[in-house]
């Protein structure tokens, strides 16, 4: 169901006035973690100067240590939304667990499925089931035809608004945190109907890396851009390496808008 062969016209994810997958890039920007009210709203404050709608931020993270900061779970949902409401933005979080996505309905505008979660059929299945869309991430190892088939899971049970995610991959390269499989964004846009997302935080892991990146991603096509900004990286609980503070989230959305229109 999620071929081009069954359906040929691009599917399109309304969420809140944005238009995922219309040909124009959006922008999915946000703090890695939810750690306070505060946090979240000055980012917030930052997005919404810069026109921007659709705020990420996690609130239950996966993360590798489990000595590390677990994320403020249903909490950060509350905090996203409270956020969102006051100044009328969309929120994307991370569900893990398939019994929280009922619940997760109720405060985000679009559900994300992780990397690590991406063969978790059971949360796949939970994800197709509501009527709310949905970010799915490339699992770490996983190829291009098992990130289809993780997303026929969804589209098979009903849900066909879902947007695919290159979060890079694993390979023996160091330089980076993962590799950034950008052909894999044309490639997907071949086979399957649904937008594609390049989330150049997770692919890079390296702050001097997210512009250029992002101008590859909407340069060979991403319908949108992850990144992630923090409004002081050094102390950010999750992710200090790789967030964009304030200034240099305005820095990056400004050069992109003065070169998107190269595109
Ligand atoms: C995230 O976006 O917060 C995240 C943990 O990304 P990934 O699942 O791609 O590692
Ligand atoms: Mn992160």
Request: net charge negative; proline share 5%; hydrophobic share 40%.
């Given at each position: ?173 160091k330089a980076t945190r993962n590799t950034l499989d950008i052909s894999a964004v044309p490639i997907l846009k071949q086979e399957t109907h649904l937008p594609v997302a390049v989330d150049v935080t997770h692919s ?59 595109y």
């Amino acid at each position: 169901l999620v071929s081009r062969k069954k359906k040929p016209e691009d599917t399109i994810v309304n969420v809140k006035g944005e238009n995922i997958g219309d040909g124009r890039p959006h922008f999915v920007m946000g703090p890695c973690a939810v750690e306070s009210y505060e946090q979240v709203k000055e980012v917030a404050l930052a997005l919404k100067e810069q026109g921007l709608k659709l705020m990420r931020g996690g609130a239950f993270k996966p993360r590798t240590s489990p000595y590390d900061f677990q994320g403020l779970g249903i909490e950060g949902l509350k905090i996203l939304k409270q956020v969102a409401d006051e100044l009328d933005l969309a929120v994307i979080s991370e569900i893990t667990h398939p019994n929280d996505i009922e619940a997760a309905v109720e405060y985000l505008d679009i559900i994300q499925i992780g990397a690590r979660n991406m063969q978790n059929f059971d949360l796949l299945k939970a994800a197709g089931s509501v009527n709310k869309p949905v970010l799915l991430k490339r699992g770490l190892s996983a190829t291009i035809e098992e990130f289809m088939f993780a997303a026929e899971y969804i589209i098979s049970r009903g849900n066909s608004r879902i947007i695919l995610c290159e979060r890079g991959i694993r390979t023996y390269e160091k330089a980076t945190r993962n590799t950034l499989d950008i052909s894999a964004v044309p490639i997907l846009k071949q086979e399957t109907h649904l937008p594609v997302a390049v989330d150049v935080t997770h692919s890079t892991g390296r702050r001097d890396l997210l512009l250029p990146a992002a101008k590859a991603a909407i340069a060979i096509g991403a319908d949108a851009v992850m990144a992630e900004v923090h409004p002081d990286p050094a102390t950010a609980l999750s992710d200090a390496a790789q967030q964009m503070d304030i200034p240099q989230f305005h820095e990056f959305m400004n050069t992109l808008k003065s070169q998107a229109a190269i595109y």
